[in-house]
């Protein structure tokens, strides 16, 4: 028995060695990671197993919502898939026009969309 094993191991390896890239590699550096419609659309189109490998090795671009878990959910992935997406999904920040008030200054603030020259 200890055999089998032995011979079996290096055909497990082989197999993983020879699943293909992430799409994602092949693209340019800013471009790598998954916009909203192309995370639906990969959660979609892929398997449980090879959908959190694509998430974990390219990243996602957009936040984690609460709106984007449900359309993930929709789209069937699974709890492992979700999250993947949390972890490697920027954090949510401020929207644009929402205010805080800081009480050490009081001052109120307005967050702006921030313009590139």
């Not at 055999?3 to 993983?16: D, E, G, K, Y």
């Not at 800013?30 to 090879?50: C, G």
Request: glycine share 6%; aromatic share 6%.
């Amino acid at each position: 028995m200890k055999w089998l094993l032995i011979l079996a191991m290096p055909i497990v390896l082989q197999a993983q060695e020879q699943q293909p890239a992430p799409c994602c590699l092949q693209r340019a550096a800013a471009d790598r990671s998954y916009n909203h419609d192309r995370l639906i659309l990969m959660v979609q189109d892929n398997s449980r197993a090879r959908a959190e490998y694509l998430i974990r090795a390219c990243g996602v671009s957009v936040p984690f919502t609460p709106e984007l878990e449900g359309e993930l959910r929709a789209g069937n992935a699974v709890e492992n898939v979700i999250g993947a997406v949390r972890e490697v999904a920027p954090k949510a920040g401020p929207k644009p026009g929402e205010t805080k008030f800081n009480s050490k200054d009081s001052l109120t603030y307005v967050w702006i969309r921030q313009v590139s020259s």
